[in-house]
Structures are given as structure tokens and as C-alpha cells.
């Protein structure tokens, strides 16, 4: 491992002690441990299921996405490599979708289109989490409105600063001269010639999604990905039955908070989760913030177990193929 990601994951592993620090530093362990293991545990294993479910929903229209590249690669195998990645992601955040490509990559499905593939997987998923939020927003009394603008929107447009701005601006022009000089040396330079390659490959696996069949069962894919999700968080609110009281459009909004606090590069999503959802627990829903660390871990922690296990069957199954 390069020193680089070494830094990468140690500075993950800080952040993740800092914020799980934050989120429980105020909490009476003795009320928190009553409060789980007075849950009602039928629900916590419904809310399993459902996570299990949106991971094998999640392989089986990856795999659609890959077919017009590779008609060969079926279910099983794009399954067990996307179970993989998420595992690797748990020891370095951002290794997962360049693990998963590596696994799947062949012959005939080079790793620059299937990386494609992820790239698209991902940008997707980001505009679902958009459009889901929006829609929640307009549907609200206006409350999650002010929740998103005081806890979301501002403290990251007052962490923007010109410096920044300039940054991304010179990242965007130096990528666009990159990729310009790579398209000139490319007849010329042999290294110039492999990264256009892999640029046009990339580009290539991007678009396969417009020659997928049956796109209506994509978007039915989608979807089912996130109502999976919704219903995870309904059961463990149903396990909570007199400690948690929200409504279904509520668990919703939680389920979609979870997968924006995932952008925080931690481990698993450790910490991060915690705090935001318990943020949300109890500054919108009259939770006190005990009983929101409380239902974020049943939440967070069956959901993580569901993940690190499915990824290490599905390791053992790759190694068995080979």
C-alpha cells in the first residue's frame, strides 16, 4: 500500500473516531444498551432482509448495465464483485468501485468500460438522491427544508471560499488540456496512444446504458433499490415502537439522509451516520438525541453486518470459480 493511501485511510479512521467521539461523547451507555436490547429484534431482521435485498437488486442491474458490453458476465459474478467492493470500501472509502472493475474486467470487457459502467452507476444514484430530496422538501410542512438549508446547504456554501472556487476551476481547465494534449500524442507517444484508450473506453462504458434491453426494468431497478431502503428504515422504526415516532414519509427522508452522509469519506460510514441521523432525530422529530444514537446504530450496524458479510461469502464464491 503507497503511503498516499495509507494517509488516506489513517485520516478516515480519525475522522470516523472524531465524529462517533461528537455523536456519543454525551450519551448514557447503560440507557443506550437497555434501549437496544429492548428493540424488537423480528423488525431489525426484516430491516436486514431489505438491505439484502437492494444488494442483490443493486448486482442484478449492474449486470444489465454491463450486458452490451459483455453479454457474458451474468448476475452471480457482477453480484459477488459489487459485494467485494463493498467490502474493500470499509478499509479504504472510494477503493470499492475500482475493486468491483477489476474483479469483472476480461477479454472481451476491458476495466475502462466496466469502470464507465460505475462511473454512470454512481452519477445516477447521486441524481435519485437529488430528485428524492427535492420532492421531500416540496411535500414538507418546510421544516426539513430549513433541516437541509441550516445543516447542509450552509455550512458547505460558508466552507466555500474563492480559493477553493479557483481550485476547482484550474482542476476542470487542467483535466480539459489534459485531455486535449492526450488526443494529440496519442499518434505520436505510445503512453499518450494507451491513456486515450482508456479515455475513449471509459467514455464508451458511460454510454452502454443507452444500449441496455428492457430499460423500463432499469428504472423498476432503481426503484426498487430505494424503496428497499425506505422499509429498512420504517422496520427499525417499527422496532422502536414507543421510543421512535415518525411517520413512513419520515423514514424516507432518513433513509435518504443516510446516503448523503456516505459522501463523508469514513469508513463504512461510521461516525458520520450517527451524527447526522441522530442531528435529524432530534431536531426535527422531538427525539432526544440518546433515543436518535439509538435507533441510527440499529439502523447503521445491522446494515453494515448485511454488507460485510454478503462481501466476504462473496469473496470465498470468487475464490471457489477460480
Not at 13 to 41: H, M, P, R, V, Y
Not at 99 to 115: A, E, M, P, T
Request: glycine letters at 8%; hydrophobic letters at 50%.
Amino acid at each position: 500500500m503507497s503511503w498516499k493511501k495509507i494517509i488516506k485511510s489513517v485520516a478516515g479512521i480519525t475522522l470516523a473516531a472524531l465524529l462517533l467521539w461528537i455523536s456519543f461523547k454525551n450519551i448514557d451507555f447503560q440507557t443506550f444498551f437497555t434501549g437496544i436490547t429492548k428493540c424488537n429484534w423480528e423488525w431489525i431482521i426484516v430491516a436486514m432482509l431489505f438491505g439484502l435485498f437492494a444488494l442483490i437488486i443493486r448486482g442484478v442491474r449492474w449486470s444489465q448495465m454491463i450486458r452490451p458490453i459483455d453479454n457474458s458476465i451474468r448476475f452471480f459474478r457482477a453480484y459477488n464483485a459489487y459485494n467485494v467492493g463493498n467490502l474493500a470500501s470499509f478499509a479504504l472509502p472510494g477503493t470499492g468501485e475500482f475493486v468491483r472493475s477489476g474483479l469483472i474486467s476480461g477479454k472481451s470487457s476491458s476495466y475502462d468500460k466496466i469502470l464507465g459502467t460505475v462511473a454512470t452507476e454512481r452519477i445516477i444514484d447521486a441524481l435519485s438522491i437529488i430528485f428524492l430530496t427535492i420532492a421531500i422538501i416540496v411535500l414538507s410542512d418546510g421544516t426539513t427544508a430549513n433541516f437541509f438549508e441550516s445543516n447542509i446547504i450552509d455550512p458547505f456554501v460558508k466552507s466555500f471560499s474563492l480559493t477553493k472556487l479557483a481550485v476547482l476551476v484550474t482542476i476542470v481547465i487542467t483535466t480539459t488540456l489534459f485531455i486535449l494534449a492526450v488526443k494529440i500524442l496519442s499518434k505520436r507517444v505510445k503512453i499518450f496512444e494507451k491513456i486515450d484508450l482508456f479515455i475513449i473506453g471509459l467514455w464508451r462504458g458511460m454510454k452502454s446504458i443507452s444500449k441496455i434491453e428492457h430499460k423500463g426494468r432499469f428504472i423498476l431497478f432503481t426503484l426498487l433499490i430505494w424503496a428497499c431502503y425506505w422499509m429498512e428504515a420504517e422496520a427499525v422504526v417499527l422496532s422502536l415502537q414507543g421510543i421512535i415516532d415518525i411517520s413512513i414519509i419520515d423514514s424516507l427522508f432518513i433513509s435518504l439522509l443516510g446516503s448523503i452522509s456516505s459522501i463523508i469519506p469514513v469508513p463504512g460510514g461510521i461516525g458520520a451516520y450517527h451524527y447526522l441521523i441522530a442531528l435529524a432525530m432530534s431536531s426535527l422529530f422531538g427525539c432526544t438525541w440518546g433515543n436518535g444514537i439509538i435507533f441510527a446504530t440499529l439502523l447503521h450496524e445491522p446494515h453494515n453486518f448485511v454488507i460485510v458479510a454478503s462481501g466476504l461469502l462473496s469473496s470465498l464464491s470468487l475464490k471457489r470459480r477460480k
